[in-house]
């Protein structure tokens, strides 16, 4: 898909005001997100110019929205510094071996990426976990391989195709914690499948 002039920043901003827990207003192309500790705020300005405040957290980013490697990784932060997603809240598998986790997209592209940002973060923090990466064409050997198997919100179709004792180490993922790859949310959510 391509973009014009202003588009692509437009279209995650709408992703992102479509996402639960969004309190929006169209006046003034901004989109809130609360917890219990602090509140968020996304604003589009003409279309290009993105800016996220978490005043709470001192946490600010102003940047041009149509470079999408940036806005991705500002979107993270943004949602990471709201919600203070820590690395330590996820608890680890106590098993000697890793568990094998296989994240499936339609394309691949997004599982790809979720399963590197995962490895990352495991070296990173000695989470025992291994994660791979499927589209649903290869999903069904792919699966055979792994531990847990979780499905991204737009695979929800094939997942509910599958059979109930295929669904057993199956699951979606949470459309929030996937829009916005918090990374321990998913690895707990497969942890809990394999208890």
Known sequence: MT???GSLAQAIFDQARELNGALTSREMQAV???????????????????????????????????DAIVFYDHIHAFFEA???????????VLDHAPMKLLII??????????AAHINEL???HGWNVEADWSTIEQARWKAALADVVLYAPQAA???QGLSQDEKRHCALIRPLDFATMNMPAIVRQAQLLMA
């Open 3 to 5: 973009f014009g002039e």
């Open 32 to 66: 809130w997100f609360h917890n219990e500790e602090a509140v968020g705020m996304i604003r589009l300005w003409e279309n290009t110019i993105v800016e996220m405040d978490i005043p709470e957290r001192c946490f600010w980013a102003h940047f041009d929205g149509n």
């Open 82 to 92: 709201l919600y203070r997603n820590s690395p330590q809240d996820v608890q680890q």
């Open 105 to 114: 997209c339609t394309t691949g592209i997004t599982s790809s990426l979720a």
């Open 122 to 124: 495991a070296r990173q």
């Open 157 to 159: 179709a094939a997942f």
